[in-house]
């Protein structure tokens, strides 16, 4: 997933290894005040975004930075762990009934949507790729189009790669790779790579696999 998350650096299954990086903000703020004047508007956003979420909607944890123009209907239902990067223009709806349960160290790419009426878990240290969609929502298209709603579930440490589309009912597992562009119609084994319409599992990942290309 490409992300400009000063932390994540790919897709990764070494369940021992965790981010080590930490940005010095006050350094970071002085070298974009001298290199680029104009962007320090874009962290004002930011920062009144994070703020809006952490402080007022109260549905971000500690250390979680919220990208400009994200979108959290439900905000009551929804829960974001710590030191989570969102980028921008994220939608997340929980519905009265639904819940939206993020871990903690998660990334989220631009343009992503989440809609939660039957519940979304995502574990701990999971990238998601942008202009992802993940809907818990199904219609019965034979009678009277009702909405029934099922729960979608993704492990720890998994990579979402981009525009991947994941249906009611899914689980993924920890340390799995979902291709860019596939779409998820069944549960996805832990430490497997899937990739395709539908998505099908091309290979398996072993421990050892964490220091190479899972894209090999």
Request: hydrophobic content about 40%.
């Amino acid at each position: 997933m490409a992300s400009d998350n000063p932390r994540a650096s790919g897709a990764t299954a070494d369940s021992e290894v965790e981010p080590t990086y930490e940005l010095d903000k006050s350094l970071y703020l002085a070298r974009l005040a001298r290199q680029n004047p104009s962007e320090l508007l874009r962290v004002v956003a930011v920062a009144l975004t994070t703020f809006k979420f952490r402080y007022i909607k109260r549905c971000a944890g500690t250390g979680s930075i919220i990208g400009p123009r994200t979108m959290i209907i439900n905000s009551a239902n929804v829960r974001i762990g710590a030191r989570c990067w969102f980028q921008d223009r994220i939608y997340i709806r929980a519905g009265t009934q639904g819940r939206v349960e993020i871990g903690n160290r998660v990334a989220i790419n631009s343009f992503v949507r989440m809609f939660g009426h039957g519940s979304i878990v995502v574990g701990d240290d999971t990238q998601i790729g942008p202009c992802t969609l993940i809907t818990t929502t199904d219609h019965d298209f034979r009678g009277q189009m009702e909405a029934a709603f099922k729960p979608v579930r993704i492990g720890a440490r998994a990579w979402i790669g981009a525009n991947v589309t994941i249906l009611p009912g899914v689980t993924i597992g920890d340390y799995a790779v979902i291709g860019a562009g596939s779409v998820v119609t069944k549960s996805i084994p832990a430490r497997s790579v899937a990739v395709g319409v539908p998505a099908r599992v091309i290979r398996r990942l072993e421990v050892g696999d964490a220091s190479r290309s899972t894209t090999d």
